[in-house]
């Protein structure tokens, strides 16, 4: 049902576009929202909602790179080229959360302890010198 509704999302917001611009500024959307997702997903260890926030964020940036370019250039800012765009962020964005498999609740990142003890305590983990088995070698 998730799956039929997300579909429906997507045509929607793309059938709604007044122009090919429209159109093409959503499916721009769509490709920088998924580099953004996957950088995030990366860099979080898997956490479903830094994938969103990637996703929506590298739209969001590229949507307002692309109106500052415009404007520069001498053309109008149109907010609607930057909707458009954050749009499809948002779509690839949810789509690869609920394509991707996993189960609910469930994330691909180290367990909540582990990652805790590491990020907040880097003091838990001990180095210790490796000892060297040679006769030339004192172990002092």
Request: no cysteine; proline share 4%.
């Amino acid at each position: 049902m998730k799956k039929l509704l997300l579909l429906f999302f997507l045509f929607s917001i793309a059938g709604h576009a007044q122009s090919n611009d429209k159109i093409l500024h959503f499916g721009a959307g769509v490709a920088t929202g998924a580099a953004g997702a996957f950088i995030a997903h990366e860099l979080s260890g898997g956490n479903k909602w830094w994938s969103i926030a990637g996703a929506v964020g590298g739209s969001l940036m590229a949507g307002l790179a692309k109106e500052a370019i415009d404007k520069n250039k001498g053309g109008p800012w149109d907010n609607g080229d930057v909707v458009h765009t954050v749009a499809g962020g948002i779509t690839v964005g949810i789509a690869i959360e609920i394509f991707s498999g996993r189960k609910k609740g469930k994330s691909s990142r180290l367990p909540d302890t582990a990652h805790d003890q590491f990020v907040l305590s880097p003091y838990l983990i001990q180095e210790t010198t490796p000892k060297l088995n040679s006769p030339w070698i004192s172990q002092n």
